[in-house]
């Protein structure tokens, strides 16, 4: 039987959903183990890296996406948005070692695909089929979005990817994960109290909470009046202060199962723009949680 060990000496090798899952148990095993990071897990750092590495698609011209995994080279890989993600594909590289089958660009968005899992998110469909690509292939800077700007940023910024207004704020709501820092992109903290947990809290602390300009010599961003603990960026408020935005915010802060949907299927076409499939979109495989 040939299995992802033969990928390892050079053979030829069609890898089935079998050997995914396996990757993808090996990703998991390693952000359970290597829980000394950040809040206590690699998980948020990850999902970021597969979500920047797909952002940068353009559907009038057809470039970026998660095809080519270019943010391997410079200057995609130190655009300052993508300050820190180093992390998260240093955390990757060992995994591709052991699977050298698998490309970059497949590899990293599948390990978004298991952070959200593990993570106690919503299960996201995938498939295979990204190519690597060399330096050639990078996306210029400041196809991602800045977040010291509001709703008419995130609009251009997200339509040119090609998704809509309901699109927009259901993927925003991967901010209930992770953090700000101060040496990556200069802003200051957690969006919410459980940032390795997939929740739609991210959507009911925008419309619970009181928020003020925090005071600091940082960057412009929000602070809760409550504990100052927590954190907005412009690019979040932007999302209740907009009309069109904030029905969605309230839908989502209402009903988790509603947001998971939703996140779920914009995931799904996050991770795949730009990408030259051969299969068909019921070809999509979903993976087993460890926990499950
Ligand atoms: Fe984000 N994000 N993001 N974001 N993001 C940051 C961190 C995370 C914006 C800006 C920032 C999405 C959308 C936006 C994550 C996932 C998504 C940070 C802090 C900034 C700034 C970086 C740092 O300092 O380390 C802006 C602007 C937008 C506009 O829409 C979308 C969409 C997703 C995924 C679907 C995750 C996860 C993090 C946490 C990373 C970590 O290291 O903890």
Redesign the pocket.
Known sequence: ELTAASGKKGGIFTPTKEDYQKVYNEIAKTIEEKDDY??GSYG??I??L??HAS?TYDKGTGTGGSNGATMRFAPESSHA?N??LV?ARDFLEPIKQNNPWISYSDLWTLAGVCAVQEMQGPVVPWRPGRQDHDVSASTPDGR????S?EQSH?RT??YRMGFDDRE?VA??G??A???????????DG?WTFS?TVVTNDYYRLLLEEKWNWKKWNGPKQFEDKNTKTLMM?P??MALVKDKAFRQHVERYAKDNDVWFNEFRD??VK?FELGVPFTTKEDERWTFTPTHA
Do not use: E, Q
Request: aromatic share 6%; with cysteine.
């Open positions: 950040d809040d948020p750092v999902l970021r597969a979500w952002g948005a300050a820190g992390a991602l979005p800045d977040a700007k995130l910024i997200f927009i993927l925003s991967a901010h994960l992770g953090r700000c820092h101060t040496d990556r992109s200069g802003y957690p940032p960026l690019t979040d914009a995931l996050l």
